[in-house]
């Protein structure tokens, strides 16, 4: 069987390459997305704060759920500062520590912010320098509130030494301290252990008596995973084994739970583009294979008349695409393994992870990619060769010499309603104007694809009989041949279409749904913008506290109104499971109104105080709620509680689906802190505010003041949109490879046909304008299809978010697209035909015989 395989594949080099290619590839995708989804699972930062520490006792940052992953929680929760004497009297504890960061930053030479480390949480209390190890101390600890010790790096870059005076800006309070020690180590600044938990608000309010995590080091001879196990008894024991206890490389989630929201968000990223990839890459190798296989039509039907059975037939034609598939499969799977380590170190540099968060490396992601991509290549094949297979000997020998003809009525019934479903489901929209509601235009233009697939043959073959119809009396032979080929051969010229019209369609709406949503959040948030100027402090963790009662005070200044971001968790059953909707929360005030107009429908933002929160008008849908309800939610930092909802709005793409109460969320954010001031200016007086603004905050270091308008437009891509693009950049890429290496091969088995043309006169140069006109109008009709599936859910969209029925983007983007499809069609097409019409009709003849 495998002797006989190979002798079948011998001459089909075309066919054998376009094989490759798109196992290559398939292969290389699915490894990547495998390390990504991998990588998801088992990654942890690298340790080092907590370096010295042999077991972390921290609170969970995450929600579990029934039926799905852990949601992470990007607040850091707190634990109760009691454990820190409990936990340090187990028997093999050497000492326990109880630490406490805050955001800290140091105002150098010239007014100048010197960074030490992330400026949320870079201070932190004495007893806290030694959990990265043993490091250099010149100086003494801080021995009150005036003292303070600095890393040796951030010393040297704010240029003061032990005794020297430093300005720190510490948990949005600036003042003066005496430099009582620098220490090696990590950049970090250090209090004296009261006067953090002070500054931390340790000693009053709602985390009053809390630490961020008690770090324990075992006693010499006592086994660190041994020492974690004793530590999670004791927590069962005292009615705390909701904490999480953590040994070896799981520190580093710990030590910053950023980590833990990355993981999430690549196991969440792999697996949002998993399934485009799986269906890209079996549409493109069974594209592959279909074209393979029919070339060799007249060898299979020989067999089928020598007495091969149906079954036979299959088994040699998978025995020879599996052979065929081995070859590229190591390569493809190296090829994945170096595409998600530059595809991690992009979504490092754009912010999407946390820069030091490393990829879990093992051979499973390849293994799993060799059997999934094995399994597509084998059904795929039998799929191809199930037609032949099954035919009558006598009828296969008869079609062998001609291409199948006629496209199969319940395949064009079947997608046809596939493209009619899509297209239903691009109205979602209209109807939900979330971010989440712009999947529904991607997977209706997925969906249409499919159809296509499907009911292409027939479409192009209804086409090309009406164009044929309609062609003048004077058409030159060469045209009158391109269309009447499309007619009489639709299956060949739909895969064509089928296949580069899939590549317009995805061009079109992953991009033109990313710019359209951009542009809608851009309109609203700034519809919604009544402030004249926004100040922030982002080298310093948050605004200064006290600034705001200063700028208050300022003249022509109308109002001001301290806004943050949190993340808002909202449990609720589905499905019968235990689940969480997590949604992107604005914190402010009874003074929002004064500031931002939400798009009110319902209820009193001027309530907004106290244990209340105002949802949109999509999440009160969604959640079943309505205003005067009391819902059960989750704060970012895991704890539980109860609101009620004041109001609903109809503005959440530019702020988020939850709007938070100060009073609700205080004590329950990282820094506690606002992220930025948004500042009104009475009427005629916006210029004067500018000044006046400009002025304070140049004596304020590290403050910026700037536009609030103008920073929305100026606003930097979101991450997430250049991940999107370099995704299908690179998907789109390889589906233009394999496509190319599809029709190059499917042109270069016409060499009966062309030999034919030319046994009756036509001229090698007649048979080059015919070919050329059969890409034209392939590539008319790629096009054609491409726009049409993905204009209608394109048109949704714009109307729901823009209210005009078309979507936002780049108009260079189609022709972009239209010219590229029919450059691809013109090369893959003329070439091949012309290494054809080298050889002279008799040796053709010759070889056949």
Not at 205 to 231: E, F, H, M, N, S
Not at 545 to 571: D, F, K
Not at 660 to 677: E, M, N, P
Not at 716 to 745: D, I, K
Request: aromatic share 4%; hydrophobic share 50%.
């Amino acid at each position: 069987m495998l002797r006989m395989s190979l002798l079948l594949a011998r001459g089909r080099l075309g066919a054998l390459v376009a094989i490759v290619c798109a196992v290559l590839g398939g292969s290389a995708f699915l490894t990547a997305t495998g390390v990504l989804a991998e990588s998801g699972l088992r990654s942890h930062l690298p340790v080092e704060r907590l370096a010295g520490a042999d077991v972390v006792v921290a609170a969970r940052q995450s929600v579990a759920q029934d039926e799905d992953l852990p949601e992470p929680l990007p607040e850091r929760a707190a634990v109760p500062a009691r454990l820190v004497a409990s936990l340090g009297a187990l028997p093999g504890v050497a000492s326990a520590i109880g630490d406490v960061s805050l955001p800290a930053a140091v105002v150098g030479p010239g007014g100048a912010v010197v960074g030490a480390g992330d400026p949320r949480t870079a201070g932190h209390g004495w007893s806290s320098r030694t959990l990265p190890g043993p490091g250099s101390l010149h100086g003494t600890p801080p021995a009150g509130p005036g003292d303070v010790a600095l890393d040796a790096a951030t010393a040297a870059r704010a240029g003061v030494r032990p005794g020297d005076r430093v300005t720190v800006v510490a948990a949005g309070r600036r003042n003066g301290y005496r430099v009582s020690a620098v220490v090696g180590g990590p950049a970090g600044v250090y209090f004296d252990d009261a006067v953090a938990a002070s500054l931390a608000g340790r000693d009053a309010g709602p985390k009053r008596g809390t630490v961020d995590l008690v770090a324990l080091r075992a006693a010499p001879g006592t086994d660190p995973g041994a020492l974690a196990a004793r530590v999670r008894s004791a927590l069962r024991a005292d009615g705390r084994g909701d904490l999480t206890v953590a040994a070896g490389g799981a520190r580093g989630d710990v030590e910053q739970p950023g980590g833990m929201t990355g993981r999430a968000l690549l196991f969440a990223l792999a697996g949002s583009i998993a399934g485009v990839v799986l269906m890209i890459v079996g549409f493109v190798v069974a594209g592959a294979l279909s074209v393979a296989i029919a070339g060799q039509r007249r060898d299979l039907a020989l067999l089928r008349a020598v007495g091969a059975t149906p079954r036979q037939v299959r088994r040699l034609i998978a025995t020879q695409t599996g052979v065929i598939a081995l070859f590229p499969l190591p390569f493809g799977v190296a090829l994945g393994y170096v595409l998600a380590g530059r595809f991690g170190g992009m979504l490092a540099g754009h912010g999407v992870l946390p820069g030091r968060l490393p990829l879990s490396w093992s051979p499973l992601p390849g293994l799993a990619a060799v059997l999934l991509l094995s399994a597509v290549v084998r059904v795929s094949a039998l799929a191809a060769a199930f037609r032949t297979s099954r035919m009558p000997a006598t009828e296969a020998v008869a079609e062998s010499r001609a291409e199948p003809r006629t496209p199969s009525a319940v395949r064009t019934r079947i997608g046809l309603l596939l493209i009619a479903g899509a297209m239903t489901l691009g109205a979602v929209p209209l109807f939900l104007r979330t971010a989440e509601a712009t999947v529904a235009t991607g997977s209706a233009s997925l969906l249409a694809v499919i159809g296509l697939g499907l009911a292409g043959p027939s479409l192009v073959r209804r086409g090309s009989g009406a164009l044929l119809r309609r062609l003048p009396p004077r058409t030159s032979p060469a045209t009158w041949l391109a269309v009447g080929n499309g007619h009489g051969y639709a299956l060949r010229v739909g895969g064509a279409v089928t296949a580069l019209g899939m590549a317009v369609a995805f061009t079109l709406s992953y991009a033109l749904t990313q710019t359209t949503l951009m542009t809608a959040t851009t309109h609203q948030a700034r519809a919604a913008t009544h402030a004249d100027v926004a100040v922030t402090a982002p080298a310093l963790g948050g605004v200064p506290a006290n600034l705001a009662g200063e700028i208050r005070t300022a003249p022509g200044v109308a109002a001001v109104v301290p806004v943050g971001t949190t993340t808002v968790l909202w449990p609720h059953r589905e499905d019968g499971a235990n689940a969480v909707a997590a949604y992107r929360a604005l914190v402010t005030g009874p003074d929002t109104p004064a500031v931002l107009d939400l798009g009110r429908r319902d209820g009193d933002l001027r309530r907004l105080s106290g244990a209340t929160i105002a949802v949109s008008r999509t999440t009160a849908f969604a959640r079943g709620a309505e205003v005067g309800d009391r819902v059960t939610v989750l704060l970012g930092d895991g704890t539980r509680a109860t609101a009620e909802i004041v109001a609903t709005y109809d503005r959440s793409l530019g702020f988020g689906d939850v709007v938070v109460s100060r009073d609700l969320a205080a004590g329950h954010t990282t820094t506690g802190l606002a992220d930025r001031l948004l500042v009104r200016a009475a009427p005629g007086r916006a210029e004067v505010v500018r000044r006046s603004l400009a002025a304070l905050t140049a004596r304020e270091p590290g403050v910026r003041a700037g536009d609030a308008r103008g920073a929305i437009e100026k606003a930097p891509t979101p991450p997430e949109v250049w991940v999107n693009v370099v995704v299908l950049a690179v998907l789109l890429g390889y589906v233009l490879l394999a496509v190319a290496n599809r029709l190059a091969a499917a042109a270069a088995q016409r060499r009966d046909e062309f030999t034919a043309l030319r046994l009756i006169g036509a001229t090698p140069r007649q048979i080059v304008g015919m070919v050329r006109r059969e890409a034209a109008l392939v590539a008319a009709a790629a096009v054609g299809a491409g726009v049409a599936l993905s204009a209608v859910p394109l048109a949704l969209l714009g109307a729901g978010f823009l209210g005009r029925p078309w979507a936002a983007g780049p108009i260079w983007l189609l022709p972009a697209a239209a010219a590229t499809v029919a450059l691809i069609a013109w090369l893959a097409t003329e070439l091949p035909v012309r290494g054809a019409l080298r050889a002279a009709p008799a040796n053709v003849l010759a070889q056949r015989s």
